[in-house]
T-cell receptor, first 117, second 115 residues
Framework: AQKVTQAQTEISVVEKEDVTLDCVYE???????LFWYKQPPSGELVFLIR??????QNEISGRYSWNFQKSTSSFNFTITASQVVDSAVYFC??????????????FGEGTQLTVNP | ETGVTQTPRHLVMGMTNKKSLKCEQH?????MYWYKQSAKKPLELMFV???????ENNSVPSRFSPECPNSSHLFLHLHTLQPEDSALYLC??????????????FGPGTRLTVT
């Protein structure tokens, strides 16, 4: 069975600090996909990134960067120079290749990030 | 309207009431999902519809009844709920093919309170 662990329940930083959110996953599949979502107070989950298991290249998008380490089954997310607007709950999720169509996401429990001015 | 919309945004209902949650996606997707998000718990997948057919039902009690009349609309019919069913119900959509490749796009959710 697949599992996603986000050990950090809450993180609080001061604006402009860098912060890394950890994600560790478990799966028996060789083909799988990893995702990060942001959930601001409004409730809607916002898709941030998708990474497949064959692509270990790290990615940077503006202040966001992701570090995929297959050897340690981790997919960590770093926000550089954090801003108050980054305050949200961040979810890491895993999707295995399914026998039927449609993707099935297994979510971690989320990390509440608070960025203080 | 763009993205995924859900109505109502807030719902308070008694245990004997019948109500329905509505979800509509404007993204041209062909798979839709219902999730339950309770306090202090991970998101729980409830139902998956792909090409208008239910492909997954994660042992959800029968007091929750989904309906997918077409690829753009998804309903969750509620009856005789329990207080522990109070939660944020999220709808999502994605492309259906390539078995797990595509990301899901979420609506803003319906905050349900059962009294």
């Amino acid at each position: 069975a697949q599992k996603v662990t986000q050990a950090q329940t809450e993180i609080s930083v001061v604006e402009k600090e860098d912060v890394t959110l950890d994600c560790v996953y478990e799966t028996r599949d060789t083909t799988y996909y990893l995702f990060w979502y942001k959930q601001p107070p409004s409730g809607e989950l916002v898709f941030l990134i998708r990474r497949n298991s064959f692509d270990e290249q790290n990615e940077i998008s503006g202040r966001y960067s992701w570090n995929f380490q297959k050897s340690t089954s981790s997919f960590n997310f770093t926000i550089t120079a954090s801003q108050v607007v980054d305050s949200a709950v961040y979810f890491c999720a895993l999707s295995e290749a399914a026998e039927t169509s449609g993707s099935r996401l297994t979510f971690g429990e989320g990390t509440q990030l608070t960025v203080n001015p | 309207e763009t993205g995924v919309t859900q109505t109502p945004r807030h719902l308070v209902m008694g245990m004997t009431n019948k109500k329905s949650l509505k979800c509509e996606q404007h993204l041209g997707h062909n798979a839709m999902y219902w999730y339950k998000q309770s306090a202090k718990k991970p998101l729980e997948l409830m139902f998956v519809y792909s090409l208008e057919e239910r492909v997954e039902n994660n042992s959800v009690p029968s007091r929750f009844s989904p309906e997918c009349p077409n690829s753009s609309h998804l309903f969750l019919h509620l009856h005789t709920l329990q207080p522990e069913d109070s939660a944020l119900y999220l709808c999502a959509s994605s492309q259906a093919f390539d078995f797990g490749l595509y990301e899901q796009y979420f609506g803003p959710g319906t905050r349900l309170t059962v009294t």
